[in-house]
């Protein structure tokens, strides 16, 4: 039973350019969550796609923007990448019962360095 | 405010040390669950227990165990001998109003374990 599944593992970008991130979800989850966590720094949560809409969003800018499809993989993208945009984004899929709190399962992320 | 804190940034112990991680969150929502990640170097933040705000009774699994006192607003995290390979960081985490959304992270408590 696969995990949750991110990709790349590692991508370094020049400041100003935009990335594309990838997660495919665990087996039988509806629902993904994508999170920022800076070094040395606890995870921050930018938003959740279900049923192929954003759902909830957290403190970050429109520069960030995401996507799920029919197959509940999801994408995130981030444009004019600034230097602070450096980080590991992490992935987290559930599966949504009612709107209760299941848990999650992560993936082990894509490090973003932008230089 | 919704907050979670973990005063301890580091801990180095000795092998088969007992070791107590502490967890203090805020929220005003009388509903909502409490977690424990562990994050290895790999990243992947690993799901150790999740606990709703309406059982307070302690948990102990093998060689964790975890505290849940509502009048203090902690969750503290205890592993009883502790081993090299409980050498990780470890986060706590708040989801609010119990709706399947967003985690609030603490900043981490980076745990050494020496031979």
């Known amino acids: 039973d696969a995990g949750v599944t991110q990709s790349p593992t590692h991508l370094i970008k020049t400041r100003g350019q935009q990335v594309t991130l990838r997660c495919s979800p665990k087996?039988?989850?509806?629902?993904v969550s994508w999170y920022q966590q800076a070094l040395g720094q606890g995870p921050q949560f930018i938003f959740q796609y279900y049923e192929e809409e954003e759902r909830q969003r957290g403190n970050f800018p429109d520069r960030f923007s995401g996507h799920q499809f029919p197959n509940y993989s999801s994408e995130l993208n981030v444009n004019a990448l600034l230097l602070g945009d450096s980080a590991l984004y992490l992935c987290?899929?559930?599966?949504?019962?009612?709107?209760?709190?299941?848990?999650?399962?992560f993936g082990s992320g894509t490090r973003l360095t932008v230089v | 405010a919704q907050k979670v804190t973990q005063a301890q940034t580091e801990i180095s112990v000795v092998e088969k040390e007992d070791v107590t991680l502490d967890c203090v969150y805020e929220t005003r929502d009388t509903t909502y669950y409490l977690f424990w990640y562990k994050q290895p170097p790999s990243g992947e933040l690993v799901f150790l227990i999740r606990?709703?705000?309406?059982?307070?009774q302690n948990e102990i699994s093998g060689r964790y165990s975890w505290n849940f006192q509502k009048s203090t607003s902690s969750f503290n995290f205890t592993i009883t001998a502790s081993q090299v390979v409980d050498s990780a960081v470890y986060f706590c985490?708040?989801?609010?109003?119990?709706?399947?959304?967003?985690?609030?992270f603490g900043q981490g408590t980076e745990l050494s374990v020496k031979p």
């Open positions: 087996s039988g989850h509806d629902t």
């Open positions: 987290a899929s559930s599966l949504d019962r009612g709107r209760s709190n299941y848990g999650y399962t």
């Open positions: 606990r709703n705000s309406f059982d307070e």
């Open positions: 985490a708040l989801s609010p109003n119990n709706q399947g959304g967003k985690l609030i």
